[in-house]
């Protein structure tokens, strides 16, 4: 069974920085993509930065592009995401995001838990 569990959110000044990461285990022969979506009360779900397994190449919202870096430990089917100069309307539920080919075949997406990001002005 795919889990991706996230960790690294909490309560932060604005200005401040913090670092999420997500692992994925199980079931996952080759993850084609990883990335971090966010959710705000009474706003949609968006994304924030993905990072594509293949040529690692990333893209980022334009509302924390120069703030915020994707990464991956290919090694331990782990994304982080730094985020530096934090600002209070980037609080949200940050969720990890993988598309992957399953062990037992075909392409797959799964979801993390979330994780609560917290910017006090």
């Known amino acids: 069974q795919v889990q991706l569990v996230e960790s690294g959110g909490g309560l932060v000044q604005a200005g401040g920085s913090l670092r999420l990461s997500c692992a994925a285990s199980?079931?996952?022969?080759?993850?084609?993509?990883m990335g971090w979506y966010r959710q705000a009360p009474g706003k949609q779900r968006e994304l924030v930065a993905v990072i594509i397994s293949r040529n690692s190449s990333t893209d980022y919202a334009d509302s924390v592009k120069d703030r915020f870096t994707i990464s991956r430990d290919y090694a331990k089917n782990t994304v982080y995401l730094q985020m530096n100069s934090l600002k209070p309307e980037d609080t949200a539920v940050y969720y990890c995001n993988a598309r992957f080919w399953r062990v037992t075949g075909g392409e797959d997406e799964h979801w993390g838990q979330g994780t609560q990001v917290t910017v006090s002005s």
């Open positions: 199980g079931g996952i022969f080759s993850i084609k993509a």
